[in-house]
């Protein structure tokens, strides 16, 4: 008699219940019963209380911020992360693997970390700090110090998910049509980006996310001063230390919210064009 040996998902009935009953209490307890935290008590004072703890002109200004850093942030780390990737994936060079290493350096990097080295390289008795001051540049306590230290925490998402997936596409496409007359900038354009749309995507994503919930390395630079430096996160932390509760958790809500809707946004984008997506990944 001919035995065939089980694949690992061919298990009993057991295993897969404890799997799956693992993953949803995890799921209940760390995820969903946080999220139903904050919104409960945001709204535990009721809608308008709320409205108008998010419509005072510290939580606009640091909303305004908040979505200021992500429009300047963004872009740049698609510009980057294309680069990068296109890089990487598609040419040999001396360095590859250093670039590589510090590409995924901030994520072994604290973001506190990371602040603390603009205030050293920028602030005031930093290595830059007199040239600064006698040309009148503020970059910690200001604007461009959050700009960098956004920067430095985010800009791995988009080229971390382009990578692997140029690797994986190789460079025949790319090679045939160079080989027909196209140049390198329409190469990319009619070539290259249409095979990676769907990663970028979810590479934009994930960095909008990152930048709008980022605390630690904005909270060094910016100088915690309300109504100019204070981002969402920041402006939560302030009013809960003031022990204003439903401005600080209406805050916190708003700001979950807006992560919740790039997670159904991503969902919405897999239901639709689930196809078209796995047969990128495929080739």
Known sequence: MTRYARTPTE??????????????VFIVLFL????????????????????????????????????????????????FGLAASWAVAKHDFRGKSLLTA????????????????FVLIFGLQ???????????????????GILLATLFVS????????????????????????????????????????NIKWGLLYGVLLCNARIMGEFGAVSVVSGHIR???DTMPLHVEVLYNDYDFVGAF????????????????KSLLEWRYGDEIAATHRH
């Open 11 to 24: 298990g009993g009935t057991a295993p897969r219940l404890l799997l799956i009953g693992t993953a949803i």
């Open 32 to 79: 969903l019963l946080p999220l139903l935290t904050v919104f409960s008590n945001a709204l535990e004072s009721g809608v308008p209380a709320a409205l108008a703890a998010i419509g005072t002109p510290d939580a606009l200004a640091a909303i305004r911020l908040t979505l200021l850093v992500a429009a300047i942030t963004v872009p740049v780390n698609i510009v």
């Open 102 to 117: 510090l590409i995924d350096l901030p994520f072994s990097v604290s973001p506190v970390v990371a602040g603390l080295a």
């Open 126 to 144: 930093g290595w830059f700090g007199p040239w600064l001051r006698a040309h009148d540049i503020r970059i910690i306590f200001a604007l461009p």
């Open 155 to 194: 800009f791995p998402f988009v080229a971390r998910e382009l990578i692997p997936l140029m690797a994986d596409q190789g460079r025949d496409e790319e090679e045939a049509a160079i080989s027909l007359g196209a140049s390198g900038l329409a190469t990319f354009l009619r070539v290259t980006l249409p």
């Open 227 to 229: 109504g100019l430096t």
């Open 250 to 265: 209406a805050v916190a809500a708003l700001l979950a919210l807006l992560a919740v809707v790039t997670l159904v946004f």
